[in-house]
Nanobody, 123 residues
Framework: QVQLVESGGGLVQAGGSLRLSCAAS????????MGWYRQAPGKQRELVAT???????NYADSVKGRFTISRDNAKNTLYLQMNTLKPEDTAVYYC?????????????????WGQGTQVTVSS
């Protein structure tokens, strides 16, 4: 059983900053790729940023240079530092973790989503 807890969302003025966190707990053997996604009202969920277990990162063009994804493997925690926020960044942000578990003596990877945290940027 794996639990994900997201935190750090809120209301901020344009140009401001927020830091999101996603902490995983439970019977975790290892966490492979991790990522942040967001979904604005009336729109489909979209990728914001991803980070591999080795630390390689990938960003959506809309957030490059403003957002930074990072991870603390010792704490099983994912972060998203968001700077120079814009009203169009307003959305519910979800973390996604590919968690490796040991089931019946074998390792298996399962996809886990956080509960979502609201980010609202006012103009």
């Amino acid at each position: 059983q794996v639990q994900l807890v997201e935190s750090g969302g809120g209301l901020v003025q344009a140009g401001g900053s927020l830091r999101l966190s996603c902490a995983a707990s439970g019977s975790i053997f290892r966490i492979n790729d991790m990522g942040w996604y967001r979904q604005a009202p009336g729109k489909q969920r979209e990728l914001v940023a991803t980070i591999t277990s080795g630390g390689s990162t990938n960003y959506a063009d809309s957030v490059k240079g403003r957002f930074t994804i990072s991870r603390d493997n010792a704490k099983n925690t994912l972060y998203l530092q968001m700077n120079t926020l814009k009203p169009e960044d307003t959305a519910v942000y979800y973390c996604n973790l590919r968690v490796v578990l040991v089931v019946g003596g074998l390792t298996t990877e399962r996809n886990h989503w956080g509960q979502g945290t609201q980010v609202t940027v006012s103009s």
